[in-house]
């Protein structure tokens, strides 16, 4: 009875201890990045122009740089010989399919409608974003959380792939036929399919092919032991470094847009924050429901929660311009979703000590 106490102990005390000291005060680091970005935006008006216009068609460069960086020691982790034993994970996979694709972009245009009926730019300006499926942050939070590392790479190459070809056909029929149907005045956005494969390409192509190479020569090198338990473990944290990167140079971007209107970033906060806790919430119960492990669990409801924010800024600023609503919601996205999905971290971390270790050790004894 003893030795199964010690363990429900020692189990409690691995969640707690997974977050180092600089992962339990991310909440405030993030915050603080965006206040950073937001006093430089403020102080070197110049700023903007100069990010602007380090940009390769609609991919900024700068942006770039961050996100690639914050990705590559996420997918360095990665176990890719280990792949092949989720290939049995077919009801995970058809579950992430239909919360992906199915039921957010669905949700995301009911909250759009029910919230902001009266503001046709920012209605579509989320609606864009419910379109666009997370293929970068997801990592970072999943590692957090302690998900399944190699269930989580498969999921964001899935969601790459129909990203290509569902993107465009979705943002038709979600801001012009289905409006239509409704009565309503539909918008038609023209994505060419080619933009949204480089975006994928750069996001997730290059980091997730330096990340196998790193990982397959120097496992080859040095062993499997040295590279799982002393390098990935040094390079890891240095991903959070690449995501402050990035908020600080977003935020030093659009951040005189965020200033500029700051109820309608209230307004537009409303439905996104609506919809980042239902997703994340009806995926975690879906999952519970089904017996799924809480690895698979975690990195299934932190995949449908996210957003893949700079494909969405970038669809609204090429479709829009810069200074339009629809922007200005794209741009909130983010401002919204890094916080909540930090905080659903822990809320993940609760609900794995609060039911699923409590089920492990009840099936064990």
Known sequence: MSNMNDRRVGKTE????????????????????????IVIGALIPGIKPMFTALSIGTVSIPIAIGLLWMMYPVLAKVKYEELGKIKDARKQFGVSLALNW??????????????????????????IIGLARCIAMVLVWNMLAGGDSEYCAALVALNSVFQIFMYSPLAYFYLFLLPTWLGAEGTIVEIPMIEIARSVLIFLGIPLAAGMATRF????????????????????????IGLLFTIVVMFSIQGDMILANPFDVLQVAVPLLFYFLLMFA??????YRRKFSY???ATQSFTVASNNFELAIAVAVATFGIASQEALATVIGPLIEVPVLIGLVYVSLWLKQRYFVKASSATTA
Do not use: C, H, Q
């Open 102 to 127: 199915l039921i957010g972009p669905a949700l995301m245009f009911i909250l759009a409608w029910v919230f902001l009926a009266d503001e046709p730019g920012y209605r579509t300006g989320i609606i």
């Open 14 to 37: 691995n969640i707690v201890s997974r977050l180092s000291i600089i992962d339990r005060l991310l909440p405030l680091w993030i915050f603080g990045a965006m206040a950073v970005g």
């Open 217 to 240: 020569i120097l496992v080859r090198r040095k062993g499997s032991d040295w590279y799982d338990n002393e390098f990935a473990p040094r390079l890891g944290p240095t991903a959070l």
């Open 282 to 287: 009806v995926s975690f119960l879906i999952s």
């Open 295 to 297: 690895e698979m669990s």
